[in-house]
């Protein structure tokens, strides 16, 4: 069974970067599987932010601009995300997820448990 | 980007209904179409992906079908477990982009 655990700070500065992790445990980051950041501001709805590949691939979502960086560390079986100039429209719960290979097809099928970032002096 | 449209919005059901959701994509995505579930504090939940097929572990109460544009998740025989918010998703295209959610409530 695939778990996925964010990890990072809970509060973030106006105009900082924010850092967050994702430790992978029960399967492999370098298998063929895409490894994924998504957002959930309180109240609204999932926004996904990017996507990365063990080759260290990446797609990201242009309504971030180029803020969002996704990162993978294989040594470790984990991967990182950082978004810069944080306003408070970053203030959300904040989801690592893999969008595992079956058949073709690239699906959400493990999610972290999400964590709250806030961002506020 | 392709714009996914739920209907509707929210649902009042009763324990031992059956609710059909609607997701509609903006433009043609075969059958590269997931749905969702979650609870209030909750990280979402997989139900469905390739439009129609099961997560391993998903309850066969839940159904979906659909391909192109147009897309259905029916939940038979509700029970209390059920009553969630319920998103549709496409991984067709990148941005990769979610429905509004619908959510279910307890008549």
């Known amino acids: 069974q695939v778990q996925l655990q964010e990890s990072g700070p809970g509060l973030v500065n106006p105009s900082g970067t924010l850092s967050l992790t994702c430790a992978v445990s029960?399967?492999?980051?370098?298998?063929?599987?895409?490894w994924s950041w998504l957002r959930q501001p309180p109240g609204k709805g999932l926004e996904w932010i990017g996507d990365?590949?063990?080759?260290?691939?990446?797609y990201y979502n242009s309504s971030l601009g180029s803020r969002a960086t996704i990162s993978v560390d294989k040594s470790k079986n984990q991967f990182s995300l950082k978004l810069s100039s944080v306003t408070a429209a970053d203030t959300a719960v904040y989801y690592c997820?893999?969008?595992?290979?079956?058949?073709?097809?690239?699906?959400?099928?493990?999610w972290g448990q999400g964590t709250l970032v806030t961002v506020s002096s | 980007d392709i714009q996914m449209t739920q209907s509707p919005s929210s649902l009042s059901a009763s324990v031992g209904d059956r609710v059909t959701i609607t997701c509609r994509a903006s433009q043609g995505i075969s059958n590269y179409l997931a749905w969702f579930q979650q609870k209030p504090g909750k990280a979402p939940k997989s139900l469905i992906y390739a439009a129609s097929s099961l997560q391993s572990g998903v309850p066969s109460k839940f159904s979906a079908s659909g391909s192109g544009t147009d897309f259905t998740l029916t939940i038979s025989n509700l029970q209390p477990e059920d009553f969630a918010t319920y998103y549709c998703q496409q991984y067709n295209f990148y941005p990769l982009t979610f429905g509004g959610g619908t959510k279910v409530e307890i008549e």
């Open positions: 997820a893999r969008r595992g290979a079956v058949g073709g097809h690239h699906s959400f099928d493990y």
């Open positions: 990365i590949y063990h080759s260290g691939s990446t």
């Open positions: 029960g399967g492999s980051i370098a298998s063929s599987d895409w």
